[in-house]
């Protein structure tokens, strides 16, 4: 099989493949998060606590929507990377057709429904009437930016699954730089307020999309397509929504939640939903790191499923998890003597002290509980990668029930202090389910493509007990 600038992580040492592959997502996602830092910070300090909250009320209809269309590009990269790691190239490239037509079909679907539907959802989600209309003007554009933001993921997907971890963070790279530049310009010399930021956002995804489209055309030979790689299958098709749609509406269930919980601070009022706005950005970029983790484990167990490695998915799981149980703990402690400081990018602390109290309890709650955060992230995602996105679906309803209890019984008897603990408490309950999940799972491929094993032995037994019950 031809590899130019691709990656095969079914050999060599698990802990150091895990490292080098995630170590380029990493930097990507940090430099994500640096250029969002930027953005919150010239919103908040130059344009008020106002208008932060005005973009910081839309952060979960955004995830509802956007989440959306990120776990279908996830899903659809899956039997791309099972193909890679089964070395075959004419499946290979199939599935990266279907995964082109499919994106770019549900893209156009995606941004007009959430762009006609944009006003009606902040109101559902209680938003204060006086950042309504800032906060409709910032993600209607983000909404209609859709095919955009699909165009990237689906193309650094594909880059991911056949182990270039690279490529992608370049272009993200060249994004946040242009990203960073055109808030400047749009916000403060074009004073578009709150529109600029959506607008830069937007441009700056358009051009990370077309830079890695031109660089899988140009130097990856393996996904050079024929006439009869491009020929549309609906048997194809269906399979590969049937792995994407799980994803994608696992992210959408997972933010139904942060919805409710969104819901339940507007109505703590301005001040609340400002320090959620601005604590939220600090805590994504210290859980930047289970990001590049996860990420990584979805290429690296659907690479070694494909080539029928189960046990080195395990060992690269382990690998995973050591390494995010030491960087759990290191940023804690980065957060409890930093805390107040990192706010302070922000909000003003002498004009805005009970904004800048409220968001420290919100960091300090949750960062008691980045463990948990991990194992969400790292076994989610593996199992995922093996090919069981439906069953980890759940992982995200049980997010959703935790969130939602937290909002309406827990919040309005504890005020800002419970909602803080909507996400810990959504973080136990989704690793409640994912661990005895991904122990089941493995023992169900062991039985399906390793015969004579015990995951085989069991299966067996289970299908003559329920043969017994039957004739019983």
């Not at 370049?170 to 004073?191: E, G, P, Y």
């Not at 759990?328 to 003003?348: H, Y």
């Not at 002290?353 to 008691?368: D, H, K, Q, W, Y």
């Not at 980045?370 to 199992?383: A, E, G, Q, S, T």
Request: include cysteine; charged fraction near 15%; proline fraction near 3%.
């Amino acid at each position: 099989m031809r590899r130019t600038m691709t990656r095969d992580l079914t050999e060599g040492n698990p802990m150091k493949l895990v490292v080098s592959f995630a170590f380029p997502l990493l930097f990507g996602v940090l430099f994500q998060q640096f250029y969002s830092f930027v953005d919150t910070a010239i919103v908040g300090r130059y344009l008020g606590a106002a208008k932060l909250a005005a973009v910081g009320a839309t952060g979960s209809v955004n995830f509802l929507v956007i989440g959306l269309c990120l776990g279908l590009c996830s899903g659809f990269a899956i039997p791309i990377a099972q193909a890679f790691g089964a070395k075959d190239e004419k499946e290979l490239r199939k599935n990266v057709w279907h995964a082109i037509v499919l994106s770019a079909a549900m893209s156009m679907i995606f941004a007009a429904a959430a762009t006609a539907l944009c006003k009606p959802l902040l109101r559902l989600m209680n938003t204060p009437e006086m950042i309504l209309d800032a906060s409709a003007s910032y993600i209607r554009i983000i909404f209609m930016a859709i095919p955009c933001c699909i165009l990237y993921n689906m193309a650094s997907g594909i880059l991911r699954s056949l182990g270039d971890s690279r490529t992608p963070v370049l272009f993200l790279v060249m994004a946040s730089t242009i990203n960073i530049v055109l808030d400047i310009f749009l916000i403060l010399v074009c004073k578009m307020d709150v529109a600029g930021a959506a607008l830069a956002t937007a441009i700056s995804q358009l051009c990370a999309g077309i830079g890695c489209v031109i660089v899988m055309i140009r130097r990856f030979p393996i996904l050079h397509l024929t006439r009869e790689d491009r020929r549309f299958s609906w048997k194809t098709g269906g399979r590969m929504l049937g792995v994407g749609l799980p994803m994608g509406l696992q992210f959408s269930i997972t933010a139904i939640g942060s919805v409710v919980v969104q819901w339940s601070v507007n109505g703590l009022g301005v001040e609340a939903v400002a320090a959620v706005s601005a604590a939220t950005k600090i805590s994504a970029f210290f859980c930047c790191v289970f990001d590049a983790l996860s990420s990584t484990m979805a290429t690296y167990a659907g690479q070694n499923v494909g080539a029928r490695k189960l046990d080195r998915v395990s060992q690269g799981l382990r690998a995973a998890a050591v390494l995010g149980i030491v960087y759990c703990i290191a940023a804690f402690g980065i957060i409890f003597l930093f805390g107040g400081p990192m706010l302070s990018l922000f909000i003003d602390g002498n004009t805005e002290a009970a904004v800048t109290e409220m968001g420290i309890r919100f960091l300090m709650i949750n960062a008691s509980f980045y463990i948990p955060l991990l194992f969400v992230n790292i076994v989610r995602l593996c199992i995922q990668g093996m090919g069981f996105t439906r069953v980890a679906m759940f992982a995200g309803l049980f997010e959703m029930i935790a969130r939602t209890a937290v909002a309406l019984f827990v919040v309005p008897a504890a005020g800002f202090t419970g909602a803080c603990f909507a996400n810990p408490a959504a973080w136990v309950m989704a690793d409640l389910f994912l661990f005895p999940c991904y122990f089941r799972v493995m023992r169900n491929l062991r039985g399906r493509l390793m015969p004579g094993t015990e995951g085989d032995t069991e299966m067996k037994r289970l299908r003559l007990f329920v043969k017994r019950k039957k004739a019983a």
